[in-house]
T-cell receptor, first 111, second 117 residues
Framework: DQQVKQNSPSLSVQEGRISILNCDYTNSMFDYFLWYKKYPAEGPTFLISISSIKDKNEDGRFTVFLNKSAKHLSLHIVPSQPGDSAVYFCAANQAGTALIFGKGTTLSVSS | DGGITQSPKYLFRKEGQNVTLSCEQNLNHDAMYWYRQDPGQGLRLIYYSQIVNDFQKGDIAEGYSVSREKKESFPLTVTSAQKNPTAFYLC????????????????FGSGTRLTVV
């Protein structure tokens, strides 16, 4: 049973526009939520995180929003750049346990 | 330069063989993890260890074994009992699992691609 779900396998966006990647979760006990970016044949790199006590965290072009009542989080990238093209993974955990990852969304940003 | 190193980058295994994937980190991280990536499956947790000489099974531990004799090292053995071992294997490390700190996240290695021939 998937605890972290990324229902959109892919997303295509034009350069300069906003990219919105979505993630749903089922475990209301999760304390932390993270987004990772991954290129083929490489390890994921950490992008941004948010704790369950917050509803927004911003870092440059990246903003993560958390809606606990809906068990939903989203990653906004503004403006999108061709170098942002990669697979994005949503992940979550309870303190003291390992991260659980979603299946990923492939973002393609065209110039 | 601190980081996490996985070796080899590519590994070929014959049917019935055990193989061991190496993972070493010099980040002074307490916790280490092994994940497996298959197409369309995301990253699935195999094993993790929060301290030396202790480890816990993840969601897909069957057919795998690990050891944590040193803080810096967390090797993964893929045994002959693993029926479908062809995949991309990722090792990661972090400060104590669940440590709340800004920018909390795992550091991943560059992965090992294992193929059964």
């Amino acid at each position: 049973d998937q605890q972290v779900k990324q229902n959109s396998p892919s997303l295509s966006v034009q350069e300069g526009r906003i990219s919105i990647l979505n993630c749903d979760y089922t475990n209301s006990m999760f304390d932390y939520f993270l987004w990772y970016k991954k290129y083929p044949a490489e390890g994921p790199t950490f992008l941004i995180s948010i704790s369950s006590i917050k509803d927004k965290n911003e870092d440059g072009r990246f903003t993560v929003f958390l809606n606990k009542s809906a068990k939903h989080l989203s990653l906004h990238i503004v403006p999108s750049q061709p170098g942002d093209s990669a697979v994005y993974f949503c992940a979550a955990n309870q303190a003291g346990t390992a991260l659980i990852f979603g299946k990923g969304t492939t973002l393609s940003v065209s110039s | 330069d601190g980081g996490i190193t996985q070796s080899p980058k590519y590994l070929f295994r014959k049917e019935g063989q055990n193989v061991t994937l190496s993972c070493e980190q010099n980040l002074n991280h307490d916790a280490m993890y092994w994940y497996r990536q298959d197409p369309g499956q995301g990253l699935r947790l195999i094993y993790y260890s929060q301290i030396v000489n202790d480890f816990q099974k993840g969601d897909i531990a069957e057919g795998y074994s690990v050891s944590r004799e040193k803080k810096e090292s967390f090797p993964l053995t893929v045994t002959s009992a693993q029926k479908n071992p062809t995949a991309f294997y990722l090792c990661a490390s972090s400060f104590r699992s669940g440590t709340p700190s800004p920018g909390y996240g795992y550091t991943f290695g560059s992965g090992t691609r294992l193929t059964v021939v």
